[in-house]
């Protein structure tokens, strides 16, 4: 058996910020990141209304001027396979983000279930593929979608979709162009038995209407 301190990162003022790739232990315990990276930005665009929280990316919102993550990192820094990433768009006192995830064997059940996990400054709540939310503020709106069938191995699914929209007030954000918060989002994949995480990590910046 481990000892208790070996299973412990102390992460002190030492908050992630940028793109960084995290892994997981398979006792339990806390998330393991290696060194922070330079903080990056992520200048976030105000629209004039919220998406159709459909789980369909095909909303023109999400093809206009959006924050986009690009692909998240796994432990080595590489682009995580499967492939994950998120847009983001603020307006009508909410923030909009879609989350998209490639997945070849879509887990909805137990510990291990496929998941999203979305931080923004102090609030943190996660979301599975079926839009199941676990944590989330006051307000939480979500859409989802998939394509393939769930928790059935045997054969290959292909992706699913979250659009999800939050109140600016439960994030203690007034909704003024140059704020700023913390802003990560991690997920946790399981393929035929074996568990993979990455993630993206920035620092939101609200600007104006592009």
Same mark, same amino acid.
């Given at each position: 058996?481990?000892?208790?301190?070996?299973?412990?990162?102390?992460?002190?003022?030492?908050?992630?910020?940028?793109?960084?790739?995290?892994?997981?232990?398979?006792?339990?315990?806390?998330?393991? +990141? #290696? *060194?922070?990276?330079? /903080?990056?930005?992520?200048?976030?665009?105000?629209? !004039?209304?919220?998406?159709?929280? &459909?789980? @369909?990316?095909?909303?023109?919102?999400?093809?206009?001027?959006?924050?986009?993550t690009g692909a998240f990192?796994?432990?080595?820094?590489?682009?995580?396979?499967?492939?994950?990433?998120?847009?983001?768009?603020?307006?009508?006192?909410?923030?909009?983000?879609?989350?998209?995830?490639?997945?070849?064997?879509?887990?909805?059940?137990?510990?291990?279930?496929?998941?999203?996990?979305?931080?923004?400054?102090?609030?943190?709540?996660?979301?599975?593929?079926?839009?199941?939310?676990?944590? +989330? #503020? *006051?307000?939480?709106? /979500?859409?989802?979608?998939?394509?393939?069938?769930? !928790?059935?191995?045997?054969?290959? &699914?292909? @992706?699913?979709?979250?659009?999800?929209?939050?109140?600016?007030?439960?994030?203690?954000?007034?909704?003024?162009?140059?704020?700023?918060?913390?802003?990560?989002?991690?997920?946790?994949?399981?393929?035929?038995?074996?568990?993979?995480?990455?993630?993206?990590?920035?620092?939101?910046?609200?600007?104006?209407?592009?």
């Amino acid at each position: 058996m481990s000892k208790p301190w070996t299973n412990v990162v102390v992460a002190a003022a030492a908050v992630a910020v940028g793109v960084t790739a995290w892994t997981w232990r398979k006792e339990p315990g806390p998330p393991i +990141a #290696p *060194a922070p990276a330079a /903080v990056h930005e992520l200048t976030v665009p105000k629209v !004039d209304a919220v998406p159709e929280l &459909d789980g @369909e990316l095909d909303d023109a919102l999400w093809h206009g001027a959006v924050a986009r993550t690009g692909a998240f990192l796994d432990v080595s820094g590489s682009a995580a396979r499967p492939y994950s990433d998120a847009r983001v768009v603020w307006g009508e006192g909410r923030i909009s983000i879609a989350l998209y995830a490639a997945d070849a064997d879509i887990r909805t059940r137990g510990q291990l279930r496929d998941e999203f996990r979305v931080t923004i400054g102090a609030v943190s709540f996660g979301v599975s593929a079926t839009g199941e939310l676990v944590g +989330a #503020p *006051a307000g939480t709106r /979500v859409g989802h979608d998939h394509d393939g069938t769930l !928790d059935d191995p045997s054969d290959d &699914d292909e @992706e699913w979709v979250i659009e999800l929209t939050v109140p600016l007030s439960e994030l203690g954000l007034r909704g003024a162009a140059g704020e700023r918060a913390p802003f990560a989002v991690d997920r946790c994949d399981t393929n035929r038995g074996l568990r993979s995480c990455s993630a993206a990590r920035y620092v939101l910046v609200l600007a104006g209407k592009p």
